[in-house]
């Protein structure tokens, strides 16, 4: 099983993006996979708020992991990190239109009236594996691309 069809599985079990898509990397990076999943909880359906997609999130959170500034005054590794990040956030979203989880739903799920939409759409059914899968191909593209 691959790395997209393990963060597909994790959501299928009721898990949310960002959990999803950090889970299937942070044992590569030294994270546990319960510490993983806590660490992902709060960012789903844009940290509960429909903003940055809880896809993008996981992703960044695993980006931190891999090119995290940690060094007390190291400009190089901070920019390197940061750059990293902003690279990932425009090719997502290049390829989906948007990071921001209100728009890549067509509705904003802190009004009741749209959560009615999103349920009876499906839309976390239908459009949330679609950015998970997204969020984890362009991860395994960025990690490839910055050695």
Avoid: W
């Avoid at 790395?3 to 898509?21: R, T």
């Avoid at 806590?38 to 997609?53: H, M, P, S, V």
């Avoid at 009236?113 to 239908?126: A, P, Q, V, W, Y």
Wanted: aromatic share 8%.
């Amino acid at each position: 099983m691959n790395k997209s069809e393990m963060a597909l599985k994790l959501f299928a079990e009721g898990f949310n993006c960002s959990q999803a898509v950090l889970t299937v990397f942070a044992e590569d990076f030294g994270l546990d996979k319960e510490l993983a999943l806590k660490l992902g909880t709060q960012f789903g359906g844009g940290a509960r708020n429909g903003e940055l997609c809880g896809a993008v999130s996981g992703a960044l959170l695993v980006l931190g992991l891999k090119y995290g500034h940690y060094e007390q005054n190291n400009t190089q590794q901070k920019s390197r990190a940061y750059g990293i990040a902003s690279e990932y956030t425009r090719r997502f979203t290049e390829v989906n239109g948007s990071i921001v989880c209100r728009e890549l739903l067509g509705y904003d799920l802190t009004k009741p009236e749209d959560m009615e939409h999103i349920r009876e759409k499906n839309l976390f059914g239908d459009i949330c594996p679609k950015m998970i899968e997204s969020a984890v191909q362009l991860l395994e593209e960025i990690i490839a691309d910055y050695k």
